[in-house]
Every structure is written in structure tokens, then in C-alpha cells.
């Protein structure tokens, strides 16, 4: 076997537009093993694919993460899930939920897919013009089936049910903008004044939850309340749990996408989960509702006879939402939500798939948000239909999940805020041009030290870290590390060409800079 380095290997071109990625044969040939022994046990049956999409949840909450107990909410079911399989600790989403969201479903960076923000109230979408996952995955025959969290536009054309889902049951936005106004605590002017509650309920967003089928307006359910909101992950649970069920008689694989409403701020957990988190917080509270559900998904899969035969990825959209301090989670890392600093992009990832990737590891590599389409389209066996009229930032990483210590298939991880490139990562380094301020005149007006409330701070020669050694991005090691000049910049330089014509950069939601 010769001699890998993540910094000084080479990679090789997949095509004019894709990234670049390591080819590492032993690694390569495990998967294809693999891949073949299950065709042997199902035939021409793909595997299944759940993802689990939770909100907010930090890199350190887990107790597989050093979390759970020790942070005042145990989690022993994705701890179980994680001991079954694979737990990623350079796993890294985008600055903030809906662009994390977008860069999911379409294995593109928000420079490509136009979403670098999330909208609110209702501000349209959306995914008009992208190819997502859903519409891949249904293509190649599988039932796709959306529920809980959108947040990716309201508009017509970017609703679940027009980009590839056959169904979809959930909100279309995000949990404060349903309830925040609702709140006396919060909002005392609104709630207190009829005229602004007015104001409010006549403003033109979705106020309620909803279910649509592919092709169809979408139907109201019930408006969410703070009292609905509370049950809504329950409910949610419940009705994914429906649909396992009804997949096990079925004879074509599926793709449920199932994203959590918690644990975004403001968080109002279930009755039945009321004070029983050691920490008894509300927020802590939510992630022991939520480790429930991973537990009741799982064991759904169990009862039905399909854990065998699924792939499943629990992961969060971002790193904590720490200007909502104490309704926030926690990571050991630098910032928070609205940040490229690690703590406001790298998230946990636990991807198990039983008797496909052997329990128990751990491992460091790069995996990006990019590359879950690509990465799960290839374990289906339909790689050769990852869209090639566009840009894909993704990297298949089927061989990296697969094969036993197996090697990202990654060389660098590109952080972008908003327009602003702001940082690469190769290996333990990572070189820092523009990141937000998080200092005391960031954060002298908030509960904590959040990305949003921060300032644009430019770095004109640019910072090094290294993040084995400095985890918390707090001593640049650039003026004694200058070796590694192109490694680093010149990819900076290679990167951002990607971006010239045919390959524009596409503006949906953000601000024009």
C-alpha cells in the first residue's frame, strides 16, 4: 500500500463538473464487495435511505459525541444507532439551515443553488431549477416521502411535493416564525395589542402545517399554535412510522427524508417529555424527545423486517443557535450558528447501515453535506444519474462508508458565508480569509457568542489553524506554516474559478454584495 497523505496526495478529475476527489483502490474494490453481496441476498431490490434532519443540534450533544449524560440529556438510542455503525467527526453542514438544506438535496454549495439564506415570513424559495435527490432517487424507483421541516421556500414551485417527494407532512418554514409572536414572554407588544396581532395574522405567510401528494396544492392541517407545535414531532414520528409500515409490504425502495421540528429555538417539547432531562430545560427536554424518535424509527425498521436493508444518516442542519442561550446546543468548538468558525458547521453524523458498514467506528474524514446525493445515489446503484448539465460540489463517498477505516474520498471542505468565501480545509489545516467577529463587541448585546449577532472580520494575509492542535481556531500558524501556501491558497484560487462561465453563481435568497 503506498503512502497517503491527505495534504500532499494527489486527487484526480471525476469530470469537467464535478470536485476532484481521492481514488483509493483498496477502499473502492471493499465497497463494490459489498455492494455485490447485497445484491446477492435482495436481487435487484436498492437499498432504502432515511435520513433524520435535525435542527440546531450541536457537534457535543450526543453522548456518543462526549455529550448526552454529561451534558444533561442522555441520547441511548442514537448512541446505540452510532455503536452499530459508522460516527463521522468531520462531518460539516452550511452556516445555517436552509442553505444546509439545500446543499443536501442537491450536492451544491449555495453559490450554486442560490439559497444562502433562510427565508422568512413568507419570502418565496427555492429549488425551481435544481435537480434534488427526491426527483434522482424517484427516477430510478423509489418511493420518496417528505416529513416535518421544509424551510427551503414557499412558494409553489420550491414545495416538497414539486421536487420529487410523492408526499409530504410538515411546516414550510421554521418553529419561532409559527410561535415567537404568540409568545407573551417574547412578543408582549404583539401579543398584548390587537392591532399588531392583526398585523401579524394578515401578513401573507403560512401559518399552519400541511400535506400535500406530488403534483397537488397543498392542503392545510391545523395552524400551528404553541400548543401544536409541541406535538408536532410526535406527530410527524407517527406518521413516518405509518409509512414504514406501509413500505414493508412494498415491493419498490424508498427515500424517507424526516426532519425534526426541534430543537429550534423556541423549544415547547411534548407534555410527556416535561422535566425529565436532568437538566430540566426545556431544550434539553427536546433532545431526549428527539433521541426518542431515532429510537422509534429504528425500531420500526426492526419490527418490519427492513433494518438490513436500510441506510440511515442522522446528522443537524447547523451547528447551536447560541444567541438563544440557554435554549441552545452545545458544541467544543469555536462560534455557532450563522458562522464558518467550526462550531457553526461541523455537526454529528452517525450513518449506520447493518451488515453493510461494520459497528463501531470512528472516523475523521471529511464528509460534506455535498456529498450525501451523490454518496447515496451510488450505494443505490444509480451513480450514473448525478446531473451533469450543472456543477456538483458533492463527492461520492460510498467506498469511504463501506469499507472498514475506510478514506474520505474528500481533499478540502470549502466554507462560504453568504458571497464571501471564507475558508478551506485540507487535512488538519484550515485557512481562514473572512469569518464573522465573535469577540466581546460581537456579542455585548446577546445572551452569547452567536455567528449572526457577529461582524465581518477580512483577514488580508489570511489565518492558519490547526485543528487537531487548536480545535477552537484560537492561534493562526500561518507565518511559520508559508509550505503550505499553495496547497492551500492556490486551491483557493482553483476553487473559486469553478464559478466562471458555464458555471455562474445563482442568487435566490441573500443579499446582493
Given amino acids: 500500500m503506498t503512502d497517503f497523505d491527505p495534504i500532499a496526495s494527489a486527487t484526480t478529475k471525476v469530470a469537467d463538473n464535478r470536485e476532484p476527489a481521492f481514488v483509493h483502490d483498496a477502499d473502492r474494490a471493499e465497497a463494490v464487495r459489498r455492494l455485490e ?25 450526543f453522548g ?74 424517484s427516477s430510478g424507483g423509489y418511493v420518496t416521502q417528505a416529513v416535518g421541516k ?73 395552524e400551528v399554535t404553541i400548543p401544536v407545535l409541541s406535538e408536532l414531532d410526535q406527530r410527524w414520528c407517527a406518521y413516518s412510522e405509518d409509512f414504514l409500515r406501509r413500505m414493508a409490504d412494498g415491493d419498490r425502495p424508498w427515500f424517507l427524508y424526516h426532519n425534526t421540528r426541534g430543537a429550534h429555538f423556541d423549544n415547547y417539547p411534548h407534555e410527556s417529555f416535561l422535566g425529565t432531562s436532568p437538566a430540566r430545560h426545556p431544550y434539553k427536554d427536546t433532545i431526549i424527545e428527539l433521541d426518542t424518535i ?5 425500531s420500526t425498521l426492526a419490527e418490519t423486517g427492513q433494518l438490513d436493508d436500510t441506510i440511515i444518516i442522522v446528522t443537524s442542519d447547523n451547528g447551536p443557535e447560541m444567541e438563544t442561550w440557554p435554549d441552545a ?16 458547521v461541523r455537526v454529528p453524523m452517525v450513518v449506520a447501515w447493518p451488515g453493510m458498514i461494520d459497528p463501531g467506528q470512528v472516523n475523521d474524514g471529511i464528509f460534506d453535506f455535498n456529498d450525501i446525493l451523490p454518496t447515496v445515489l451510488g450505494l443505490a ?14 463527492i461520492d463517498q460510498s467506498s469511504f462508508l463501506l469499507s472498514p ?13 453568504g458571497q464571501a468565501f471564507s475558508a478551506l480545509r485540507c487535512g488538519e489545516y484550515k485557512f481562514v480569509l473572512n469569518a464573522v467577529g465573535d469577540g466581546p463587541e460581537a456579542n455585548a448585546d446577546v445572551h452569547g457568542p452567536g455567528g449572526f449577532s457577529g461582524t465581518l472580520q477580512k ?38 474559478m469553478t464559478f466562471a462561465p458555464p458555471y455562474e453563481p445563482k442568487l435566490v435568497i441573500g443579499i446582493n454584495v
Fill in 294 to 298: 431515532v429510537g422509534r424509527l429504528v
Fill in 405 to 417: 477505516g475506510g478514506r474520505s474520498n474528500r481533499k478540502y471542505h470549502y466554507y462560504w458565508l
Fill in 64 to 137: 456518543c459525541y462526549g455529550g448526552g449524560v454529561a451534558v444533561g440529556a442522555p441520547t441511548p438510542n442514537i448512541d446505540a444507532l452510532a455503536a452499530r455503525g459508522l460516527r463521522l467527526t468531520s462531518a460539516y453542514s452550511e452556516p445555517s439551515c436552509t442553505p444546509s438544506r439545500a446543499t443536501m438535496l442537491t450536492g451544491r454549495l449555495p453559490m450554486r443553488h442560490g439559497l444562502q439564506r433562510p427565508p422568512m415570513y413568507g419570502e418565496g424559495g427555492g429549488l425551481e431549477g435544481e435537480v434534488t435527490l427526491a426527483e434522482l432517487l
Fill in 329 to 344: 446546543a452545545y458544541t467544543p468548538f469555536r462560534c455557532a450558528k450563522g458562522s464558518t468558525w467550526e462550531g457553526g
Fill in 150 to 222: 421544509w424551510h427551503l421556500g414557499e412558494n409553489q414551485q420550491s414545495q416538497p411535493q414539486h421536487v420529487g417527494f410523492d408526499d409530504f407532512y410538515g411546516f414550510l418554514s421554521v418553529s419561532d416564525m409559527y410561535t415567537e409572536w404568540r409568545d407573551p414572554y417574547f412578543f408582549p407588544e404583539i401579543v398584548y395589542s390587537r392591532a399588531r396581532t392583526d398585523w401579524v395574522n394578515n401578513q401573507p405567510f403560512n401559518k399552519s402545517f400541511v400535506h400535500a401528494r406530488r403534483g397537488e396544492p397543498l392542503t392545510e392541517v391545523e
Fill in 381 to 394: 446503484g444509480l451513480e450514473g444519474s448525478v446531473p451533469d448539465d450543472r456543477f456538483i460540489d458533492g
Fill in 37 to 61: 453481496s447485497f445484491t446477492d441476498r435482495h436481487g435487484t431490490r436498492r437499498p432504502n435511505v432515511l435520513v433524520i434532519l435535525m435542527d440546531d443540534v450541536g457537534w457535543g450533544d
Fill in 459 to 496: 483577514y488580508p494575509y489570511g489565518r492558519l489553524y490547526n485543528l487537531y492542535l487548536d480545535p477552537k481556531e484560537t492561534h493562526s500558524y500561518m507565518i511559520r506554516k508559508l509550505a503550505y501556501q499553495e496547497a492551500l491558497v492556490g486551491q483557493l484560487q482553483r476553487h473559486v
